[in-house]
């Protein structure tokens, strides 16, 4: 029952990994731009929900508002940041070196409006229920599998029938292709952004509501995007989606034969044996020379 109990929190795990991962994968896979800050976006999301919630306004404009400044802050990284440095022709590691620079920033003015302590969600969902002797689920972890279930449905229809899907597969390999379709490949770039940051929402407010808020947090989920990133294959999102579960999984999993604050090691020790063994990811394209 115990190897029962900790799969199913395992799920939870990875369908929050898979959404936060999935999103980076999309924006890189498309855009090539390491947008380390895909951390913060997470963290700007967690924390306007808990805001909202907390002033009494309700869910749904809770959600609203974690939405709309997720998006929001993504394109904003993608104009004034990212675009200006690519304009000028920088090289990956200012783009890097930015990013990190600007989740620096959010982390510490969450930090000075919040403070720097944990804070947590408060709802009846994550309270436990005892489905069987032995064994408690909350309804958060079904809602979990249900969000990430959705809403990698729903990107797989747009990125494989939509025409601004079918660019965005494209947009990393061939712009001058983009273009031949009329489309604009920054107006691309841009949507891989919005995407990519409205995927980490649901994440971010199942996370506060189980786990708590910490303003740091935000660099524990952007380690874990890229490790899923990494394991999953560069570029493909099938991949990360698999291997954000699989990590999730494994995670949880590994409290049946090590102590709890060994756990994200197992996380990174997956990482590593997919380095050595499998550069190229699980479904991720092989180099050529």
Request: glycine content about 10%.
């Amino acid at each position: 029952m115990l190897a029962l109990q900790l799969a199913i929190t395992g799920l939870q795990t990875g369908a929050i990994y898979a959404l936060t991962a999935v999103g980076f994968s999309l924006i890189f896979g498309s855009t090539r731009i390491f947008h380390f800050s895909h951390g913060a976006t997470f963290i700007i999301a967690a924390y306007l929900f808990y805001f909202v919630d907390v002033s009494g306004y309700g869910v749904i404009p809770a959600i609203l508002a974690a939405a709309s400044g997720a998006i929001v802050f993504g394109l904003l990284m993608y104009r004034f940041i990212y675009v200006p440095i690519q304009r000028d022709e920088g090289s990956f590691f200012t783009v890097f070196v930015a990013s990190f620079g600007i989740g620096i920033v959010v982390q510490n003015v969450i930090g000075m409006v919040f403070g720097r302590g944990y804070v947590a969600v408060q709802t009846s969902l994550s309270k436990s229920v005892e489905l069987a002797e032995g064994l408690y689920v909350a309804p958060l972890a079904w809602i979990a599998v249900l969000c990430a279930t959705v809403f990698f449905a729903a990107l797989w229809y747009f990125l494989r029938f939509s025409t601004t899907g079918m660019a965005l597969r494209a947009l990393s390999d061939n712009p001058e292709l983009v273009r031949v379709f009329g489309l604009n490949p920054k107006f691309i770039s841009a949507c891989a952004f919005a995407i990519g940051s409205l995927l980490v929402v649901p994440a971010a407010i199942i996370s506060g509501a189980t786990q708590g808020l910490n303003p740091a947090m935000g660099h524990h989920v952007m380690l874990i995007s890229l490790a899923a990133t990494i394991v999953g294959g560069i570029g493909s999102v099938p991949g990360t989606l698999i291997a954000g579960l699989v990590l999730g999984l494994a995670e949880s999993l590994a409290l049946l034969y090590v102590e709890s604050q060994w756990t994200e090691a197992v996380t990174f020790a997956i990482l590593f044996l997919f380095i050595l063994l499998r550069p190229s990811g699980l479904l991720g394209r092989s180099a050529t020379h």
